[in-house]
């Protein structure tokens, strides 16, 4: 019996270390090729992108390397919200002592209407314990936090990774390159595309989203950080949907409020009807990654010019 209470013990006390480790210790990890610990270690930046999968899918680096003599990095999450952008970005910039020219925040039109959630483990496993209070609190306020979602945040979010992180993590650091895809993602083709199914007519949008646009902008204002938002080209059924176009507007408003500047998907040359250029309805195929990162380059260089 006593063995019995003292494997149990020590199983806690283990459980309980791993917990408390992940929680104030996980944005120290060693990751390689994504997440803010590694983009800090890179040093000074000329650009650093800040968004959700559709920067990861839709920024090719090697090339942005070429043409930021490789001072760029891709900070991107599945799913990530504005709420928990403007968190990341404090961190960033409290977490680090390298110097940022200019941050490209993602103006997805959709982002603002998704409820304040836990999107993605990896975005607190990125925080520092000060980061994920914080998100933790973006959440309570919205009405989005129980027991159930607590056990998920605090305990079981992200617990896999530290696990299995020597197996896992090497596997990871050659998917990523400074936090955006490497692989060679083909279409699927016109007719898949052109036929698939997704609807957002019922979508609304979420107050708590829309003023974390205005957090990013007082931060930056704050900092005396150059900032600019961009939108990444749709497959041409989303772009051309009335409600993404409602959204966009919707957030256009926001930074012309507040005099900011920002690149929307007309403003680069990329043909949105291309189905060889697209995976979905919004993340690009590698050959549509590569020409659109190109024309993206363009257009950032001619702004800095000016």
């Given at each position: 019996?006593?063995?019995?209470?003292?494997?149990?013990?020590?199983?806690?006390?283990?459980?309980?270390?791993?917990v408390?480790?992940?929680n104030?210790?996980?944005?120290?990890?060693?990751?390689?090729?994504?997440?803010?610990?590694?983009?800090?270690?890179?040093?000074?930046?000329?650009?650093?992108?800040?968004?959700?999968?559709?920067?990861?899918?839709?920024?090719?680096?090697?090339?942005?390397?070429?043409?930021?003599?490789?001072?760029?990095?891709?900070?991107?999450?599945?799913?990530?919200?504005?709420?928990?952008?403007?968190?990341?970005?404090?961190?960033i910039?409290?977490?680090?002592p390298?110097?940022?020219?200019?941050?490209?925040?993602?103006?997805?039109?959709?982002?603002?209407?998704?409820?304040?959630?836990?999107?993605?483990?990896?975005?607190?496993?990125?925080?520092?314990?000060?980061?994920?209070?914080?998100?933790?609190?973006?959440?309570?306020?919205?009405?989005?936090?129980?027991?159930?979602?607590?056990?998920?945040?605090?305990?079981?979010?992200?617990?896999?990774?530290?696990?299995?992180?020597?197996?896992?993590?090497?596997?990871?650091?050659?998917?990523?390159?400074?936090?955006?895809?490497?692989?060679?993602?083909?279409?699927?083709?016109?007719?898949?595309?052109?036929?698939?199914?997704?609807?957002?007519?019922?979508?609304?949008?979420?107050?708590?989203?829309?003023?974390?646009?205005?957090?990013?902008?007082?931060?930056?204002?704050?900092?005396g950080?150059?900032?600019?938002?961009?939108?990444?080209?749709?497959?041409?059924?989303?772009?051309?949907d009335?409600?993404?176009k409602?959204?966009?507007?919707?957030?256009?408003?926001?930074?012309?409020?507040?005099?900011?500047?920002?690149?929307?998907?007309?403003?680069?040359?990329?043909?949105?009807?291309?189905?060889?250029?697209?995976?979905?309805?919004?993340?690009?195929?590698?050959?549509?990654?590569?020409?659109?990162?190109?024309?993206?380059?363009?257009?950032?260089?001619?702004?800095?010019?000016?």
């Amino acid at each position: 019996m006593k063995k019995i209470v003292i494997t149990v013990i020590t199983a806690l006390a283990v459980i309980c270390a791993a917990v408390i480790f992940k929680n104030v210790y996980s944005c120290e990890m060693p990751i390689k090729n994504r997440g803010i610990r590694d983009a800090i270690n890179s040093g000074d930046l000329e650009v650093v992108f800040l968004g959700s999968s559709t920067f990861r899918a839709n920024v090719d680096m090697p090339l942005m390397d070429e043409a930021y003599n490789g001072r760029v990095y891709d900070i991107s999450y599945g799913g990530n919200e504005l709420v928990a952008t403007a968190i990341q970005y404090e961190e960033i910039k409290k977490r680090s002592p390298h110097d940022y020219g200019l941050f490209v925040f993602e103006l997805g039109p959709m982002m603002l209407t998704q409820e304040v959630s836990l999107s993605d483990s990896r975005v607190i496993w990125d925080l520092s314990w000060g980061g994920k209070r914080k998100l933790w609190e973006s959440m309570r306020s919205s009405g989005k936090t129980g027991l159930s979602v607590m056990y998920e945040y605090f305990v079981t979010s992200g617990m896999d990774d530290l696990i299995t992180f020597p197996v896992t993590e090497p596997f990871y650091s050659t998917r990523y390159y400074k936090g955006a895809k490497t692989d060679e993602t083909v279409s699927p083709g016109k007719d898949v595309l052109e036929t698939e199914e997704f609807d957002i007519s019922k979508e609304e949008f979420v107050k708590p989203q829309e003023d974390a646009v205005y957090d990013i902008i007082k931060a930056c204002r704050s900092d005396g950080q150059d900032f600019i938002f961009v939108e990444s080209p749709c497959y041409h059924r989303l772009q051309e949907d009335g409600k993404y176009k409602e959204c966009r507007e919707r957030y256009i408003l926001l930074l012309e409020k507040e005099d900011v500047p920002y690149i929307l998907a007309d403003d680069v040359e990329f043909d949105t009807a291309c189905a060889d250029f697209f995976e979905d309805m919004n993340h690009m195929s590698a050959k549509g990654r590569k020409t659109y990162t190109k024309e993206l380059i363009r257009v950032l260089k001619e702004r800095k010019e000016k």
